[in-house]
C-alpha cells in the first residue's frame, strides 16, 4: 500500500517512513514539507495513493488549507504536537490522530486501523457484488495503457513484469516494451492470477515465463535474473523467498 507524508520536520518524516515501513504491506513514495507541495502533488497523483500521514501544523500554515485547495478522498492520519484539531481532523478525512512525540506502538496502530478498515469494505463489497459461481476465479485478462495520444489494450500473456519507479507502475512486454499503468500494485496484484504472476517485493510483479534464474544475495534474500530487465533490481524480499520458490517449483 502507498503512503504519502506530509510533514515540514526532517527527522521526524525519517522516522516517520522508518516506522511504516516495519509493515511489510507499506511504501512510503513521497515525503512533502509544504501545503504547496502537497496540492500540487495529490493534484497529480492522488490515485496512486492509499493512506497520507499529515502533519497539522506547516511552515506555510495549516494543513486543513490544502483540503481547500483539492478533492482529497484518501484516507488521512493526523499527526500534531497539539491536541486541539480532533474534530477538524475528523472533518477533513481523519481516520486517526496521533500526539508527537510519537511511539512506535502508535504508528502500527493507526496502519492496522487503515487496514482493518480497508479489509471490512473490501469484504462487504465481496458480498454485495459476488460474481455468478462459476468454480473459477475471475482475473483481469488485459490492461489498459497510454501510448502517446492512443490507448492500448495489453493482454496478460504479453506482461512480462510490472515495476514501481518513481511513483509510477510501469507495465513491461516480453517485447522490451514500457508503459506506465495508472494502477498501484495492490490493485494489480489482486487483479492477476497468481499461478501466472508473484509479487516479489513492493516494487516488482513478475510474470513466471520471465524468470531466467535465481542467485542468492544478501541477507537471506535472492536476486532474478530475468529475460526481460526493468530499472528496479529484482529482489525477492526475504519473508517471501519461500513462498517464490514453491511457487516457481508449482509450474
Not at 153 to 159: R, S
Not at 222 to 229: M, N, P, R, S, T
Request: with cysteine; charged share 25%.
Amino acid at each position: 500500500m502507498n503512503v504519502l507524508i506530509i510533514e515540514d520536520e526532517q527527522p521526524t518524516a525519517a522516522l516517520l517512513k522508518e516506522i511504516v515501513e516495519t509493515e511489510l504491506d507499506f511504501l512510503v513514495v513521497k515525503i512533502l514539507d509544504s501545503i504547496v507541495d502537497a496540492v500540487s502533488y495529490l493534484a497529480r497523483h492522488q490515485q496512486n495513493m492509499d493512506v497520507i500521514f499529515m502533519d497539522i501544523q506547516l511552515t506555510d500554515g495549516y494543513s486543513f488549507e490544502i483540503f481547500k485547495n483539492v478533492d482529497i478522498y484518501v484516507p488521512v492520519i493526523f499527526c500534531t504536537a497539539y491536541d486541539d484539531f480532533t474534530l477538524k481532523a475528523i472533518q477533513n478525512n481523519g481516520i486517526d490522530y496521533i500526539l508527537k512525540p510519537f511511539e512506535d506502538a502508535a504508528i502500527i496502530h493507526s496502519l492496522h486501523k487503515y487496514k482493518k478498515m480497508v479489509d471490512g469494505i473490501r469484504s462487504k463489497n465481496a458480498l454485495q457484488f459476488q460474481l455468478p459461481q462459476t468454480g473459477k476465479t475471475q482475473y483481469q485478462q488485459s490492461f489498459l495503457v497510454q501510448q502517446r495520444e492512443k490507448s492500448v489494450v495489453i493482454p496478460n500473456d504479453q506482461i512480462a513484469h510490472f515495476s514501481l519507479e518513481m511513483e509510477t507502475v510501469y507495465l513491461y512486454t516480453f517485447k522490451s516494451e514500457r508503459f506506465p499503468v495508472y494502477k498501484n500494485m495492490d490493485y494489480i496484484e489482486s487483479a492477476i492470477d497468481p499461478k501466472l504472476y508473484f509479487r516479489i517485493n513492493r516494487q516488482m510483479i513478475v510474470h513466471r515465463n520471465n524468470v531466467l534464474s535465481i542467485e542468492p544475495f544478501f541477507n537471506r534474500k535472492v536476486f532474478l535474473h530475468l529475460h526481460i530487465q526493468s530499472n528496479e533490481k529484482p529482489i525477492v524480499s526475504r519473508l517471501k523467498v519461500t513462498a517464490f520458490k514453491d511457487w516457481v517449483e508449482m509450474g
